[in-house]
């Protein structure tokens, strides 16, 4: 008698956020039993596949393991599932490559300095810089008024200065890190949200 075909996973996809990734998917519906899943990882130069820590569990994601936490690398991974002596077939992800296809989120803003005309502002990356790392932090900031004018500047430092600024007034900023890839362009982070801080007053 042919055994029942067990549906492969579906909604396959790696989630990528500061440089911390996983591999996730949706439940694969059975009515007879729980069904275990197994991913495995290669790297793009490399044909044999090598367990990620993910053998035969019932959650429907898996983290990268530390072998994996190589940002230029090149990862193809797969997940299938499995009931008893059944198995899915083994569902692929497109290649996978940290440095271009992580999210950045917004830089922390740790401390905000006023003075009559300026804002001094101390920020942190959102990820824990590696060696070499060149970041670069946009900031927008405009007066609070019904009708603002965006200013820009950029700066590598994460201790900065936004001067020339009207006393005893309302000021918005926000800030957005950009990291340099391997391939010369600029991976852009989110934006934080909005933070708002009066000058003082002379």
């Given at each position: 008698e042919p055994s029942p075909h067990?549906?492969?996973?579906k909604d396959v996809e790696i989630y990528s956020y500061n440089f911390h990734s996983l591999l996730r998917w949706s439940p694969v519906p059975v009515e007879n039993?729980?069904?275990l899943y197994t991913a495995h990882y290669r790297t793009g130069?490399?044909?044999e596949w090598s367990n990620m820590s993910c053998a035969q569990t019932p959650r429907t994601q898996c983290g990268f393991p530390p072998e994996m936490q190589r940002r230029?690398?090149?990862f193809l991974l797969r997940v299938r599932a499995e009931l008893?002596?059944?198995?899915?077939a083994w569902v692929h992800t497109p290649?996978?490559?940290a440095e271009a296809n992580t999210t950045l989120g917004p830089p922390k803003v740790n401390n905000v300095s006023v003075?009559?005309?300026?804002?001094?502002?101390?920020?942190?990356?959102p990820f824990t810089p590696e060696t070499g790392d060149i970041l670069q932090y946009h900031v927008s900031y405009w007066e609070n008024t019904t009708s603002p004018t965006i200013k820009k500047l950029s700066e590598s430092n994460t201790l900065f200065q936004i001067g020339n600024l009207k006393e005893s007034t309302l000021y918005c900023f926000s800030i957005q890190v950009?990291?340099?890839?391997?391939?010369?362009?600029?991976?852009e982070g989110q934006q934080s949200a909005p933070e708002c801080h009066r000058t003082a007053l002379s």
């Open positions: 067990l549906p492969a996973p039993g729980p069904v130069s490399y044909e230029r690398w090149t008893g002596a059944l198995t899915s290649p996978f490559v003075s009559p005309d300026s804002l001094l502002i101390s920020v942190s990356p950009q990291l340099k890839i391997i391939s010369g362009r600029w991976l």
